[in-house]
């Protein structure tokens, strides 16, 4: 009986993260928890600073067009590097964004780091330059190649 209920749970589970599965690349709007739905879907921010978890904290809000943003996360120094990629709460492949080259190492200062939106295990790194509160950009204006990049809070 219980490998039949397992069984089961993993067959529904399966099931409904295959409905749930999109490439879809297209638009982008407002969303009831005041977040950005991009490419059809709500987006966070996942990473070590937050456990990896969809948490609405870290749900990226729009700045300009193709231009998102999640505002004040806390890094500490002592905790990095950190890091971190840009999904959905379910790690769709289309919405699942981690490096597209190596190194993926977000360099202060430096070039967005380019990513891949079918990302497996390639996630971002960064080390803030002292602990504070930092801004994590997430810029789709070049559809082919969406980047990341993140600045101190407020400038």
């Given at each position: 009986?219980?490998?039949?209920?397992?069984?089961?749970?993993?067959?529904?589970?399966?099931?409904?993260?295959?409905?749930?599965?999109?490439?879809?690349?297209?638009?982008?709007?407002?969303?009831?928890?005041?977040?950005?739905?991009?490419?059809?879907?709500?987006?966070?921010l996942?990473?070590?600073?937050?456990?990896?978890?969809?948490?609405?904290?870290?749900?990226?809000?729009?700045?300009?067009?193709?231009?998102?943003?999640?505002?004040?996360?806390d890094?500490?120094?002592?905790?990095?590097?950190?890091?971190?990629?840009?999904?959905?709460?379910?790690?769709?492949?289309?919405?699942?964004?981690?490096?597209?080259?190596?190194?993926?190492?977000?360099?202060?200062?430096?070039?967005?780091?380019?990513?891949?939106?079918?990302?497996?295990?390639?996630?971002?790194?960064?080390?803030?330059?002292?602990?504070?509160?930092y801004?994590?950009?997430?810029?789709?204006?070049?559809p082919?190649?969406?980047?990341?990049?993140?600045?101190?809070?407020?400038?």
């Amino acid at each position: 009986m219980l490998k039949k209920f397992i069984f089961t749970a993993v067959a529904a589970g399966a099931f409904a993260l295959a409905g749930c599965a999109s490439d879809s690349t297209s638009g982008s709007s407002a969303s009831a928890e005041g977040g950005a739905d991009v490419f059809g879907t709500k987006i966070y921010l996942r990473g070590e600073m937050n456990d990896w978890n969809a948490q609405s904290k870290y749900l990226i809000t729009k700045v300009s067009d193709g231009l998102y943003v999640v505002q004040n996360v806390d890094l500490k120094v002592d905790w990095a590097p950190y890091k971190f990629k840009f999904a959905d709460s379910a790690w769709t492949a289309g919405t699942n964004f981690g490096y597209k080259e190596q190194p993926g190492v977000f360099e202060w200062g430096g070039d967005p780091i380019v990513l891949n939106p079918k990302s497996v295990f390639e996630e971002v790194k960064v080390t803030p330059p002292a602990d504070g509160l930092y801004d994590f950009y997430f810029d789709v204006r070049d559809p082919e190649n969406p980047s990341t990049y993140v600045k101190e809070a407020g400038k």
